[in-house]
């Protein structure tokens, strides 16, 4: 308890800033789903022939899974706050519609029947009479909405739109606990009290009093009715702030979601800041590497770190090539012709594929290569990321070459294939040459004797039009050129993977001392 303190203690701002934007994201998101799902339920109350569609359409669209639907609609709206903000109203749309259908539809027929007795229209009978009778239903639907946001918004890390999933994501990367920790229970205590304001708010506007008189279901409505209006004018005023913060002109750099991007993002956002006046945001922590090219591609992006290796088999769909100037000229071509890509110098070390097992495993069966490893791999339970078995420069084309067959594939993220491999979960994975978690768990890492993992030099890559409005990125960023080696890039990321120091205060130190930046 003491170590999570001491980490709260000391990385309180940045928990609070992530906190307050996730906050904005799902309550936004839910002021969204409110307005769009009431009016929806009304709609299907009175249209009973749209009931089952409508409902069967939400059914679905919760069915679907979260990191699937964010997937779809990245190509669509990019990266960023914008389909985090779509996909949380989508999955909140069915508790309020469903709600509000049922609240609405199941109300005593004989009452429905005096207020048409009396004269009220269907408008007027909807208002003064179905809604205030409702509303429990209505609101229990919205709560159940706002506390299911609050825990899907912690996915908004994996596209970059920041909130306390930034810190769960990083931990896992990392197995940083402390760092789960300070995300995780942010967002616990955050669904708690938008549950207990929303339960407040029900209470406080809810139709209770079986002798409660016109006059005062009357003030009831009209409360809803302000409350409504008043919700219309912070969404349209928050995206309004919003719309003018992103017109600025600004460098927006982004990562991949493993400690080695994060530094190196972190760098070449340091070096901009440092030696240009331009503005820069950072898009750290994005998914694997389609979301970040799509998000360079789509704009949402100015800049990140690719490697050839990466370029040249899973993105340019090339057969694996051993010639790093071969591969890098390869790509260089490609990326521009295709996609209107610059690449940068490379910064000067290479990060490829390695297979790793324990020291246990490796001294049982004598494993010194990966020809080693094919003897025996039919015993073993390989733990790979979850790009790994599905890349050809992966285990796809690993297989074929060395005529291997594990005895099972359980694919996990990140960090997380570290702690299963150590907990005899599995007993091989995929790794990183530069993984600082290689020395933290004292991993045997086999060599690839047949030479099949391409090169995959790190290079920083942005937009030709970029360039060209900024011309003096070149000589900024390639001031990093060929200043990292293997074994610094490995250190640099045990200092993040192994001694929890963070990506950004490892990144600027790195940078003071081989004096890039300008004091």
């Not at 539809?105 to 179905?130: P, W």
């Not at 610059?342 to 097992?357: D, Q, R, S, W």
């Amino acid at each position: 308890m003491s170590g999570f303190m001491n980490y709260l203690t000391t990385n309180y701002e940045q928990v609070f800033s992530l906190l307050g934007q996730h906050l904005y994201l799902s309550v936004i998101s839910v002021l969204v789903a409110i307005i769009i799902g009431i009016p929806l339920g009304i709609l299907i109350s009175r249209e009973q022939k749209l009931a089952k569609p409508i409902i069967g359409t939400t059914n679905v669209i919760q069915a679907v899974p979260s990191l699937a639907l964010l997937g779809f609609l990245i190509p669509f709206v990019g990266i960023g706050s914008t389909p985090a903000i779509i996909m949380v109203v989508l999955y909140s749309l069915l508790p309020i519609v469903k709600n509000t259908y049922t609240g609405l539809t199941n109300i005593d027929g004989d009452i429905l029947e005096a207020a048409r007795g009396i004269g009220l229209t269907k408008s007027q009978t909807m208002r003064k009479v179905q809604l205030p009778l409702a509303f429990p239903m209505i609101m229990a639907g919205i709560r159940i909405s706002a506390v299911t946001a609050v825990g899907l918004m912690t996915i908004a890390a994996f596209i970059g739109a920041g909130g306390l999933g930034y810190l769960v994501f990083s931990g896992v990367q990392t197995v940083d606990n402390y760092m789960i920790l300070a995300g995780a229970i942010p967002a616990c205590i955050l669904a708690l009290v938008i549950d207990f304001i929303v339960g407040k708010l029900e209470s406080s506007l809810s139709y209770t009093s079986k002798q409660s008189s016109a006059k005062k279901t009357g003030k009831t409505t009209k409360k809803m009715m302000i409350s409504f209006a008043s919700i219309v004018i912070i969404i349209a005023g928050a995206f309004t702030v919003y719309s003018k913060v992103n017109a600025e002109d600004k460098i927006v750099i982004g990562s991949k979601n493993f400690s080695e991007q994060l530094i190196l993002g972190n760098m070449l956002a340091d070096l901009i800041e440092n030696k240009t006046d331009i503005q820069v945001e950072r898009k750290l922590n994005l998914g694997g590497s389609q979301v970040a090219f799509s998000a360079l591609k789509n704009g949402d992006i100015d800049m990140y770190v690719e490697y050839t290796g990466t370029g040249l088999v899973n993105i340019l769909n090339q057969p694996p090539q051993s010639n790093p100037d071969k591969v890098y000229n390869i790509v260089q071509k490609e990326f521009k012709q295709k996609y209107g890509f610059e690449l940068l110098k490379p910064i000067g070390f290479n990060n490829t594929y390695a297979l790793a097992v324990r020291q246990d495993t490796a001294k049982e069966f004598n494993l010194k290569t990966i020809s080693d490893l094919t003897k025996i791999s039919n015993g073993l339970t390989m733990g790979p990321t979850i790009e790994f078995p599905n890349r050809e420069d992966g285990l796809i084309g690993l297989t074929k070459t060395y005529n291997m067959k594990f005895k099972e594939v359980k694919p996990v993220d990140g960090g997380l294939r570290y702690t299963a491999l150590a907990n005899r979960k599995s007993d091989v994975i995929d790794a990183f040459s530069t993984d600082g978690l290689l020395e933290a768990f004292h991993l045997k890492v086999l060599e690839d004797d047949k030479n099949f993992f391409p090169p995959y030099y790190a290079v920083p890559m942005l937009k030709e039009e970029t360039l060209k409005e900024h011309p003096e990125l070149r000589k900024v960023i390639n001031s990093l050129a060929g200043k990292l080696t293997d074994e610094k890039m490995r250190k640099l990321n045990y200092k993040v993977d192994s001694l929890k120091q963070s990506p950004a205060k490892v990144a600027k130190e790195f940078l003071e001392s081989e004096g890039l930046l300008e004091k």
